[in-house]
């Protein structure tokens, strides 16, 4: 009777850290469907590391790294924020929502 109680906990346990891994899941990925792009005074204070308002090939990363060239229309070699306003806004792509039966 003793060893039944506790394989029944062991078994309770499991599925409710089950249960607990899935919902944890499921509300990561709706905060990422929800996530807002960075405004382009938060891009400055993440990636402007000299703080001289403007941002160097090096400084940068991910699609600003990719569009460089795109987004400084002077070619002096920096993104300003008034470059970067007036840059085209990448096209995020997202297929129809899937749902799992």
């Known amino acids: 009777m003793k060893s039944k109680t506790i394989k029944l906990g062991l078994v309770l346990s499991f599925i ?3 249960m607990s891994c899935k919902s944890n899941a499921q509300s990561d990925t709706e905060e990422k469907e929800h996530h807002q792009p960075p405004s382009i005074e938060e891009i400055f204070k993440m990636m402007d590391d000299n703080n001289d308002n403007k941002l160097a090939k090096e400084e940068v990363r991910g699609p600003l790294k990719r ?9 002096d070699g920096f ?3 008034e470059e970067l306003e007036k ?3 990448p096209n995020h792509r997202r297929g129809p929502k899937q749902t799992h039966d």
């Open 16 to 18: 409710a850290l089950m």
């Open 79 to 81: 993104i300003t924020k």
């Open 67 to 75: 569009d460089f060239l795109k987004i400084d229309t002077d070619e």
């Open 87 to 89: 840059a085209p806004k």
